[in-house]
């Protein structure tokens, strides 16, 4: 079968601000951009529909990153820090906890039903998170995007950023319901889609295997655009494996923290306290939590479950009615089995590992106005690295942040003549996937081998997430294997197109996984980064970034050491 580009329309547009991807980050960035500047020309690329894309799309029931009475922005930058085992970008952490309630606040004018107490205050479900009924908390937020008149494009897949030189003049695309090429040339662009999920096998098999914790249709495209465009990443071997209730892989937190359920054994014993007190209890790093209910499997106390036993029949309704805001699955569970909380606890399970820079820290590698290293280039919430448990209000703080960095200079940016001879390339990278040749990879196939490599080789849920450089090196040659390989897949519609690029992308982010997880000698975040060889933490040589850059026509990754400053010297530059 023979595809001719000379079939393809292309839609070219100029504006002032390119933003792609419209979750929070990407719709604050949007709003607070308007609201700065009536006259700025706003252009959003959403691979879905903004009504209902990426990890919110299903819903929330609370606010994770939250600062509550008796919390300040110095006490969440404290607790992130210590999570995250004193390796954080201090700078931007302390600049998001400044203003997520702000956030917030933004979220409840825009109509986020947030319940309070008979003071008026916020129900906080933990330290630094509040309850919310979120379950429309997406369409909620794209409301204020289209208010704004803001130009959104729905269902285009971003493929490669325009680069001139060390600058960024917008992106390339195309439409999976058109077929169009879209060519969008912007004086500024942010960078904002989610991070990456299925790059590892995942917990559930078959007809299953996108059910994960992670949004499925978050494949790495942000970073993968910044990769091949040769931006500064940092910090992709602090992957980010959830602990999730078993097959539904629904969130723990509604348990945890809503109705306080501890952790406990098959013997009823709360392990956490009783055995690994002296790593913090319950008060442990996120990571250590998971390294802990491993043991307990491991050493035959398995499996493990949030004890919700103990709750009364009005705690058990409404924990069910936590999850019809997030992930209803459980909830119908327990009505279809005629069963509660109470009596059928969930069992928690890891995750396979994901790239993530909102709960972890990997992504660009920003300054404080979340400028990339290459120029008009900005990156905020999931992609952006260095600022773990941003989380939603998070996300949407750094979409401001970056906007406003980008009105302020606008009046400097212009447009530049983009190469056509890069834009016939580009064109033929990407939709020569439609052409059928002798040998054809449908595109299921080659995820289904990236997946395998990487949990046999690359740490994960099979080898209990552990790493060493022998198996590393061995998913090193695999996944540079598979990159030649790629050439050969084949999409014989656009649907299958996109799925071609999303397993593209993908391995070009495992690419540059495998060689952050290989130079950093050391163990600093157990379960997201657990090395057999060096299996201990090693602040005299390892409390420094591990940073990349990739060359797109070589295929190499240079390794670049960051150093870690803390708020206080930053204060004083």
Request: charged share 25%.
């Amino acid at each position: 079968m023979s595809f001719s580009t000379d079939k393809i329309k292309i839609e070219r547009i100029k504006t002032d601000f390119l933003i792609i991807g419209a979750g929070a980050a990407g719709c604050f960035a949007a709003y607070e951009a308007r609201k700065l500047n009536p006259d700025i020309d706003i252009v959003i690329l959403e691979k879905a529909h903004i009504d209902r894309s990426g990890c919110l799309a299903a819903g929330i029931n609370a606010i994770n990153a939250y600062i509550n009475a008796g919390q300040s922005p110095e006490s969440f930058l404290e607790y992130v820090k210590k999570d995250s085992m004193d390796l954080i970008r201090e700078d931007l952490v302390y600049s998001i906890a400044k203003e997520v309630n702000h956030a917030v606040d933004l979220l409840e004018e825009w109509g986020l039903p947030i319940p309070k107490d008979e003071n008026g205050e916020r129900y906080a479900r933990g330290r630094g998170s509040i309850i919310v009924q979120g379950e429309r908390i997406k369409p909620i937020i794209a409301q204020a995007v289209k208010s704004t008149k803001a130009k959104v494009l729905n269902r285009v897949v971003v493929t490669n950023l325009i680069k001139k030189g060390n600058k960024i003049l917008g992106a390339y695309g195309f439409g999976v319901r058109d077929g169009k090429f879209y060519i969008v040339e912007a004086k500024a662009t942010l960078v904002a889609t989610g991070g990456a999920g299925g790059i590892y096998k995942p917990n559930n098999e078959g007809n299953a295997r996108h059910k994960i914790w992670y949004s499925p249709f978050n494949t790495g495209a942000g970073y993968a655009i910044g990769i091949r465009a040769g931006a500064e990443m940092t910090t992709f071997e602090m992957r980010y494996v959830s602990m999730r209730i078993k097959d539904l892989m629904a969130p723990t937190g509604a348990v945890a923290q809503g109705v306080k359920a501890q952790q406990v054994n098959a013997l009823g014993e709360r392990y956490l306290e009783d055995r690994y007190g002296d790593l913090g209890g319950r008060q442990m790093p996120t990571s250590a939590r998971l390294l802990a209910t491993l043991q307990e499997n491991a050493e035959g106390r398995g499996p493990c479950y949030l004890d919700t036993t103990h709750l009364t029949k009005e705690q058990a309704e409404r924990l069910k009615a936590y999850y019809l805001h997030m992930t209803p699955g459980l909830t119908l569970y327990w009505s279809v089995k005629s069963t509660s909380p109470k009596n059928d606890p969930p069992e928690i399970v890891g995750t396979e590992p994901y790239i993530v820079g909102g709960h972890a820290q990997a992504g660009y590698w920003i300054d404080i106005n979340r400028k990339a290293t290459l120029e008009n280039l900005y990156a905020a919430g999931d992609v952006a690295g260095g600022a773990p448990k941003k989380y939603v209000s998070g996300s949407g703080v750094e979409g401001m942040i970056a906007a406003r960095d980008i009105n302020s200079k606008l009046g400097s940016l212009n447009h530049e003549e983009i190469n056509d001879h890069e834009i016939k390339e580009e064109m033929h990278r990407v939709f020569n996937h439609m052409n059928k040749e002798s040998i054809s990879i449908l595109p299921d196939e080659l995820e289904l081998r990236m997946q395998k490599i990487m949990d046999d080789y690359a740490g994960g849920i099979s080898s209990g997430y552990v790493l060493n450089e022998q198996k590393l090196s061995k998913a090193r040659k695999y996944i540079k294997h598979l990159k030649e390989d790629s050439k050969y897949l084949y999409g014989n519609n656009l649907h299958e197109l996109m799925k071609c690029h999303e397993v593209i992308d993908r391995l070009d982010v495992a690419t540059v996984l495998i060689e952050h997880l290989s130079y950093r000698k050391e163990t600093r975040w157990p379960i997201y980064q657990s090395r057999g060889d060096y299996p201990n933490r090693d602040d005299k040589n390892w409390l420094k970034f591990v940073n990349s850059v990739y060359d797109n026509k070589s295929g190499e990754v240079k390794i670049v050491e960051r150093e870690c400053k803390p708020v206080s010297l930053l204060a004083t530059k």
